[in-house]
């Protein structure tokens, strides 16, 4: 059967006339109302109404499997009938399913009035003169049928593209259920986006995307809060959290990016000191600090005493694991000639870590390394006594040379569901859009799983088990600030370090941007993490003369 032509002669001679009403006449009986075509398909030159993408996304689909799986019986399609201005195209499809013997779907009792659709030239081509031997197609019609795959193709791509859209706002009606806690609208809305997935490619793009976030909404919605910490990620193994952590680093450049800011603002702060402390909040296998040992190892005038204190959850199989970090490290300081000295502090929150744990030494030229922790701080109302404030100020109490800190770029702590959620969908869309570029296949398959577990704590928890309380460098400014620090600038070393970073990725769309005296790393023109330094400012005196730092350090024992 030859694919189905919209006769134009015909449509003309139908359509023509001398008078105004014959014109209108033709308008108002044969072309579909502005407002009822689909923008989307008719900005692709097709014309097919909304209410009628499933029905006719349907058909294609069927058809398309057909033809990828039984090509031998494509060839069977000869016909001498030639179909003139069909009706519509799913009317077409159907003919072509029933010659393969597959049932066609039931045909919408409206799509009957599509008796304007002259796309249908665009979709299959100009109109073949059919010419039959024995009942076969002769080799000059080989071309059109060969064709004819790649451009129902375009349809079901553009059918795809509008299942993502309406993925889309379905998920921003869903979190507004959500919101409003019309938990059985939010749970009939997860159905249909659960079928409504099977439409789309969920390997990459907005297909990804939406399945992490209905999974998100899914443990919200059905999972007792109580059980929320376990299902969105906020508890687990830490053994489990490592190896995610591991892989996260290696598929993507972000980790790496605030590792080597970071150490390279450490070295410059540690210049003419011949003892030096470093405290990393999240040793996390040490990762960081091989670096920096290298770095030191070739210091003019020769390599400091380095101590690392390293802060770390305790082992969930009874293993000393940040005392065996330790040792690969003496190691290393040892093959380069670094006298180094290392010590473990476990504790499973970072509020649990007292000053006195540490055993600074006022010799030492001390820095405190943030990658990412502080934000975990911030689940308590602001108050004097609120772990972040007190964190803080017994960090300003070491009274260290420089403070790093490196914190994702987003506003995921906002008390509203609603603006949470919007704001994660934009920030993860982004992530998971930058780790395409990723050449690694299992570290960045294993890096996603990472990324979904940050979702569902965002999402799914509340309270003391939402730990991934994301803030902006703009706020993390302003309360660094109220806390008795001031910023330092991350130098055009610092900078040039992030952007030779990059170089070994081969994805043109990271990008490292200063932001006053900060650094930001972000995929294309939306930054995702940022790194920024800090030093203390000196506490004043106290009108008795007693030692401030004192009373801090008592304070918070």
């Not at 398309?64 to 031998?72: G, K, L, W």
């Not at 049932?103 to 073949?128: H, K, R, T």
């Not at 451009?151 to 379905?170: K, N, P, Y």
């Not at 959850?313 to 000639?337: H, K, Y």
Request: aromatic letters at 8%.
């Amino acid at each position: 059967m030859a694919p189905p032509r919209y006769d134009s002669a015909i449509s003309a001679a139908s359509c023509s006339g001398s008078s105004s009403s014959s014109s209108s006449s033709c308008a108002a009986g044969k072309l579909t109302p502005p407002q009822e075509i689909d923008g989307l398909l008719a900005d692709a030159g097709y014309k097919v109404r909304s209410s009628d993408l499933r029905q006719v996304a349907q058909r294609l689909e069927r058809l398309e499997t057909v033809m990828v799986n039984a090509p031998s019986e494509i060839s069977q399609l000869a016909t001498d009938a030639v179909h003139y201005n069909p009706s519509d195209i799913a009317s077409w499809v159907d003919s072509l399913l029933s010659e393969l013997s597959q049932p066609p779907l039931p045909l919408p009792s409206d799509l009957s009035d599509f008796s304007d659709l002259n796309y249908v030239d665009s979709l299959v081509g100009p109109a073949i003169n059919p010419t039959v031997v024995n009942n076969e197609w002769t080799d000059l019609h080989a071309p059109q049928q060969q064709q004819t795959v790649p451009q129902l193709l375009t349809v079901v791509t553009a059918m795809e593209e509008d299942s993502g859209i309406r993925l889309v706002h379905m998920l921003m009606t869903c979190a507004e259920a959500v919101q409003r806690g019309d938990f059985p609208l939010a749970g009939s809305l997860i159905d249909e986006m659960q079928g409504l997935l099977t439409r789309v490619n969920t390997g990459c793009g907005i297909g990804k995307v939406a399945k992490h976030f209905i999974e998100a909404l899914r443990r919200r919605v059905f999972t007792p809060q109580g059980l929320c910490s376990a299902a969105g990620g906020g508890a687990g193994s830490t053994n489990e959290y490592e190896f995610l952590y591991h892989h996260f680093y290696e598929a993507c450049p972000y980790l790496k990016f605030a590792h080597f800011t970071a150490n390279q603002a450490i070295l410059e702060a540690f210049d003419g000191h011949d003892c030096v402390h470093v405290i990393d909040f999240n040793l996390m296998h040490g990762l960081q600090w091989p670096a920096l040992i290298q770095a030191l190892a070739l210091r003019p005038g020769g390599p400091p005493l380095l101590r690392l204190t390293g802060i770390g959850p305790p082992s969930s199989d009874g293993r000393d694991s940040l005392r065996e970090i330790g040792l690969r490290l003496n190691e290393l300081a040892r093959s380069v000639n670094v006298q180094f000295a290392f010590r473990g502090v476990a504790a499973s929150r970072l509020e649990d870590v007292k000053p006195w744990m540490l055993q600074v030494s006022p010799k030492e030229a001390v820095a405190v390394n943030s990658i990412m922790q502080l934000h975990r701080l911030l689940g308590a109302p602001p108050s004097r006594n609120s772990p972040i404030e007190v964190v803080l100020a017994w960090i300003r109490s070491l009274n260290p040379k420089i403070v790093t800190v490196v914190e994702q770029e987003a506003n995921h702590n906002q008390p509203e569901f609603l603006n949470r959620f919007t704001e994660s969908l934009y920030y993860y869309s982004t992530m998971f859009d930058s780790l395409e570029a990723c050449p690694l296949q299992p570290e960045k398959a294993v890096a996603e799983v990472y990324i979904q577990k940050e979702i569902c704590n965002i999402l799914c928890c509340e309270g003391a088990a939402r730990l991934e309380r994301h803030e902006p460098l703009a706020k993390w400014r302003t309360r660094l600030g109220e806390a008795g620090f001031r910023p330092l600038h991350l130098g055009s070393n610092a900078f040039k370090q992030a952007s030779m970073l990059l170089t070994l990725f081969s994805a043109a769309g990271y990008c490292v941007e200063e932001n006053e005296g900060c650094l930001t790393l972000g995929w294309h023109s939306r930054p995702l993490i940022a790194a920024s330094a800090w030093e203390a400012l000196p506490l004043p005196p106290l009108p008795d003369g007693s030692d401030p730092i004192r009373i801090i350090n008592q304070n918070v024992l």
